[in-house]
């Protein structure tokens, strides 16, 4: 049984900043890939980021790239994505989602992951 929550989404004005973060229950945390995607209103899920379980591989959308960073608490078994200069455009539900195979050689396709989370909402104004 594994379990996803995520938090931190909010409203904030564009160039402002939020933390979003997964926590994650029910299996060993630190042997999950994990990744960050976000869906809009009327578009498909879109790739955000992706740290691996031992954090030898990370992954950006190019659109975030140089804004967001994504890292994980092994420890609190959670996963975050900092958000900085956030955009209008980054305005979407934010989900996280893991991968449970440790032997993973590169980054997952969207049909890999495991485990999904609710998602939270973010919305970025102008």
């Known amino acids: 049984q594994v379990q996803l929550v995520e938090s931190g989404g909010g409203l904030v004005q564009a160039g402002g900043s939020l933390r979003l973060s997964c926590a994650v229950s029910?299996?060993?945390?630190?042997?999950?890939?994990m990744a960050w995607f976000r869906q809009a209103p009327g578009k498909e899920r879109e790739f955000v980021a992706y740290?691996?379980?031992?954090?030898?591989?990370?992954d950006y959308a190019d659109s975030v790239k140089g804004r967001f960073t994504i890292s994980r608490d092994n420890a609190k078994n959670t996963v975050y994505l900092q958000m900085n200069s956030l955009k209008p455009e980054d305005t979407a539900v934010y989900s996280c989602?893991?991968?449970?195979?440790?032997?993973?050689?590169?980054?997952?396709?969207?049909?890999?992951?495991?485990?999904w989370g609710q998602g939270t909402q973010v919305t970025v104004s102008s």
């Open positions: 989602a893991a991968d449970t195979r440790r032997l993973r050689l590169g980054v997952p396709l969207v049909g890999e992951y495991d485990y």
């Open positions: 029910g299996r060993t945390f630190s042997s999950f890939g």
């Open positions: 740290i691996s379980w031992n954090v030898i591989t990370t």
